[in-house]
T-cell receptor
Framework: NAGVTQTPKFQVLKTGQSMTLQCAQD?????MYWYRQDPGMGLRLIYY???????DKGEVPNGYNVSRLNKREFSLRLESAAPSQTSVYFC????????????FGDGTRLSIL | AQKVTQAQTEISVVEKEDVTLDCVYE???????LFWYKQPPSGELVFLIR??????QNEISGRYSWNFQKSTSSFNFTITASQVVDSAVYFC??????????FGPGTRLSVLP
């Protein structure tokens, strides 16, 4: 019962490097999300995918791109990493529908030097 | 606009004390949903409870209880007889009908032995 799996768990990048964070869920959920967590700011939505084949911007999309590869997988890409993108990134998934809790992965701690 | 405020940044209590975590939300919608998540030191986010705006019944689950008051736009969380394992960051979240989650900044609870 893996739930939501994120890889890698930790990563250090240099400014300007690119990287893709991977997320996969095995709960047959339609909706998937990427958040970033910064001290004192809670979780902020970067991008989401309400269903396979669709993606939409969240609150803080600048500097990121996403791909909903299939129903299970939703990746987040940093094309040119910046120190301001140092954060903990969480992927989540949920059943389609209102009032449905989101299930989170364990997070990826990303540092940009 | 949606907004969630958790005014208590950090709380410290001694084991066996009761503690209440405050959550105040703002929304113009009449249909919305409220959630609490726990983030223990290991980093994962654990869903605790959800409540819809039409159900103001308080809920008790073991040592946990939730008090939802629409009149004050609050959804407070009380831990009775706190334990060291309750030490975590707790997030309150709001979801308007058909929209994405908005998380509060979190409250860090430290339960001292």
């Amino acid at each position: 019962n893996a739930g939501v799996t994120q890889t890698p768990k930790f990563q250090v990048l240099k400014t300007g490097q690119s990287m893709t964070l991977q997320c996969a869920q095995d709960m047959n959920h339609n909706s998937m999300y990427w958040y970033r967590q910064d001290p004192g700011m809670g979780l902020r939505l970067i991008y989401y995918s309400a269903s396979e084949g669709t993606t939409d911007k969240g609150e803080v999309p600048n500097g990121y791109n996403v791909s909903r590869l299939n129903k299970r997988e939703f990746s987040l890409r940093l094309e040119s990493a910046a120190p301001s993108q140092t954060s903990v990134y969480f992927c989540a998934s949920s059943v389609v529908g209102i009032n449905q809790p989101q299930h989170f992965g364990d997070g990826t701690r990303l540092s940009i030097l | 606009a949606q907004k969630v405020t958790q005014a208590q940044t950090e709380i410290s209590v001694v084991e066996k004390e009761d503690v209440t975590l405050d959550c105040v939300y703002e929304t113009r919608d009449t249909t919305y949903y409220l959630f609490w998540y726990k983030q223990p030191p290991s980093g994962e986010l654990v869903f605790l409870i959800r409540r819809n705006s039409f159900d103001e019944q308080n809920e008790i689950s073991g040592r946990y209880s939730w008090n939802f008051q629409k009149s004050t736009s609050s959804f407070n969380f009380t831990i009775t007889a706190s334990q060291v394992v309750d030490s975590a960051v707790y997030f309150c979240a709001l979801q308007n009908y058909g929209q994405n989650f908005v998380f509060g900044p979190g409250t860090r609870l430290s339960v001292l032995p």
